[in-house]
Every structure is written in C-alpha cells, then in structure tokens.
C-alpha cells in the first residue's frame, strides 16, 4: 500500500530518482551534442507563465496563489528541474480586470511559455480563453472557479484544464449542508460579475434539483458599501439563511448590515467566506459561516504540514491569508511538471503538454488531493464533490464545520 502521508521530501526524492531515469533515456536515445561553449541556464530555462491579481482588489487571493506557485518550482528546481533545464516562471499581473488580463495573456503567448498556471477571477479568465485554446498553449487554472471556464470548449479539443472546485460542485455541496441543517429558504445575494452570475444559475439550479426556489435575489456590483434596503427585503421574504456569491468586501457588507439589523440569520457560500477581505472586514459578524473549501490550514497529514510549514518560513508569515489559492497554485504547478516528464521525446509543445495532462502516468500526491488521472480527454476537471469539505469561520479562522470531517482530513481524497 502507498503511504498516502509522503511528506515533500520524501516526494522529491522520488521525483530526483525519477528525473535522473528519464534523463538517461532521453539521452541515450538522443544524438550527441555538437561542441559549443556552455548555454547560459536562463537560455536553456523552460516558461512557465503564471498570471492572477497580483495588486487590486482580488490581490489577497493571487498572491498566495503566486507564492504557492513559486514554492513548487523552486522545490522542482532544487531537484535538477525538467532533465536538468530549470523551470523559469514568467509572471504577470491581471489586476483583476479582463481587459488587463486579456493584454498579459498575449505578453505570455509572446514569451513563448509553454504552458500557464493563472486566473483568479472567472470574468478575467472567460476573456482570455480563446487566446491558450487558439495558440495550442495549456492553461491550468489554479482558482478561479465559473463553471463555464472549463465547458466553454468540448472536452477532446480543450486546453484548459483546472485544479480549483467549479461552482457547480460548490453550489450543490453547500445546498444539501443547509438543507440537512433546516434552512431552506434561501436569499441569494450574488454580484454582477461573471462570477456573480454564473454562481447565481449555480445555486438556483441546486436549489431546483431540491424542488425549491430562493425566496429573494439581491444582485449588487462590486464595490457596494450599503446592502441595508435588500437585506431588509430578503428579511420580509421569510429568508432563514443568506448564500452570497461575490469574491470581495461585500461578503463582509452582507454580513455586518444583518448584523446591525439584528437579523440572527447564518450567511454561507462559496470559498471566497474564507477570504481576508470578508474575515477582517466583518470581524465578529463573520463568525459561523459556512462555505465549500477543497484546504483548510491544518497540518492533518505529513504532506500538509510540510507545505504549511514551508509556505510559513519562505514568505514570513504566521498564517496564509487565503490558503486554498496556495494549496490549489502549489498543486497545478507540479501537476504541470509532471506532463513534462510524460513527454518521454522531450520535445515540450502545447499538444504533447495536452496529452500528458490527460494521461498522467504517475500519482501525484498533493496537498490539496492525491491526484491520480485528474484528467482525462473528456474531463479537465480535478476536483470532485467527494473532496469538498465544510468550512466555518470560528474567531477569525477558518476550521472544520464537522468534527469527523478533521479526522477524514488525515486521508487525502482522490478523484471520483
């Protein structure tokens, strides 16, 4: 049986003796090299491009995202990167507007990466698509979770692949919780973003599996500072648990005007209740929600600890601000290294990155999940419902809503 707690070290190791395998096969089988003096190691560098906020609004997401990026490949680089080539990450800043992401992801493009690890936002991500997918270029999409994103091209033809849960698990999982809890009449609050909207069709679709209706939608842009009138509207409905769907601040808006109006009603949602921005903007009226999660910030197994404790030491800090993006970049970067040693010619282009990705050969022991074919030519999806746990903030926090859901913690799920 595989020790399903491989601490990172001891993954490393495995993948040195792995490197070193494969280097020897692919020289033996490639021809001698010409004589010429030493290629400088930035020339010889394989791209990676990695893009997500990494100032603005939706920063406190991307750069945990970017730092669990950079923690992998410096671990992979450390080891002898691809056949002793290092990974060199190409690292651009959407700022959390589409139009800005659209313009960093043809710099990436032109920088030649071979593959990408990006987007936080779903609105950004969704305007950026058709340049990865026309230019054969792999995108690995570490956060950003609109259900669209990875069902906008048919699976056999896709480049965009996943290792965040999609709203559509999200929404789902969440309904049946309140709805085993006694809460089912359901206010939504959801923004205008494409984020807002898609998780808006989400949850009232999950809602209709369950032969119900929300008794009220607010819908709101961002930026929003006053919530009171649509809060007292829902209140009137009969609402008996808020789902908010927005990535930002007004999460905590929500949450603090049902507070000043005394309105003892639990908010749950999607995994943006666990970001900075609602914890310290709501401070105590924060506390008790629930949202999906895929990583909570416990060191239950080996594997979790060693990434926690890693992440703690290279980017001095006490805890991660939103450790999801962390866990989720740490994971899709060596996702994406292993496709390359799946390109046994070593010649590394989008197609060949495309077809590794569907037929990884080797587990990948993660700490978000055990990645064993989280891909395939249909499925660009890694995450399954049956990974999702319930988080609920507890004195600033985010923990385990359920005991038991601690101790299944100990294991890491694999894909269903």
Avoid at 165 to 173: G, L, N, R, V
């Amino acid at each position: 049986m595989v020790n399903k707690s491989l601490s990172t070290a001891a993954f490393l190791t495995g993948l040195c003796g792995w490197l070193a395998c494969t280097q020897a096969v692919a020289q033996s089988a490639a021809p001698a090299p010409a004589p010429g003096p030493t290629p400088v190691v930035a020339a010889n560098a394989i791209k990676i491009g990695v893009i997500c906020p990494f100032s603005g609004p939706s920063a406190d997401f991307g750069i945990p995202m970017l730092n669990g990026v950079k923690q992998a490949v410096d671990e992979i680089n450390s080891v002898g990167g691809y056949l002793g080539r290092p990974i060199q990450l190409v690292i651009k800043d959407d700022q959390g507007n589409p139009d800005v992401g659209l313009k960093m992801s043809q710099e990436l493009l032109n920088e030649k990466v071979v593959a990408t690890v990006g987007f936080c936002n779903t609105g950004v991500a969704a305007k950026s698509l058709e340049l990865f997918q026309t230019s054969k270029t792999p995108l690995i999409i570490p956060v950003a979770t609109g259900t669209p994103l990875t069902a906008k091209y048919p699976g056999p033809e896709s480049y965009i692949f996943r290792t965040s849960a999609k709203d559509a698990i999200q929404a789902p999982f969440v309904i049946d919780d309140i709805i085993k809890r006694g809460w089912t009449k359901v206010a939504i609050f959801a923004d205008t973003t494409g984020y807002g909207a898609g998780g808006l069709v989400d949850v009232e679709s999950a809602l209709a599996a369950r032969q119900l209706k929300p008794v009220h939608v607010a819908r709101f842009a961002l930026g929003v500072t006053n919530l009171e009138e649509e809060l007292k509207a829902a209140k009137a409905a009969g609402a008996n648990v808020i789902f908010s769907y927005t990535v930002g601040y007004e999460n905590a808006v929500i949450a603090k005007g049902r507070k000043a109006l005394g309105w003892a009603v639990p908010q749950v949602g999607a995994w943006p209740l666990s970001f900075t921005f609602f914890l310290d903007g709501a401070k105590e009226a924060a506390d008790g929600a629930l949202m999906a999660q895929t990583f909570i910030a416990e060191p239950s197994n080996e594997r979790r600890a060693s990434f926690l404790v890693s992440y703690a030491r290279r980017n001095k800090v006490k805890k991660i601000p939103v450790p999801m993006a962390a866990a989720q970049g740490y994971d899709a970067a060596y996702l994406l290294v292993y496709s390359l040693f799946g390109i046994r010619s070593g010649n590394i282009t989008g197609p060949a990155i495309k077809a590794s990705l569907e037929n990884l050969q080797r587990v990948y022991y993660g700490v978000v999940a055990t990645y064993e074919h989280p891909f395939s030519l249909q499925d660009k999806d890694a995450i399954t419902a049956n990974m999702l746990v319930m988080g609920m903030v507890k004195n600033g926090a985010i923990t385990f809503a359920y005991p038991e859901d601690a101790k299944r913690n100990l294991f890491v799920k694999r894909k269903q």
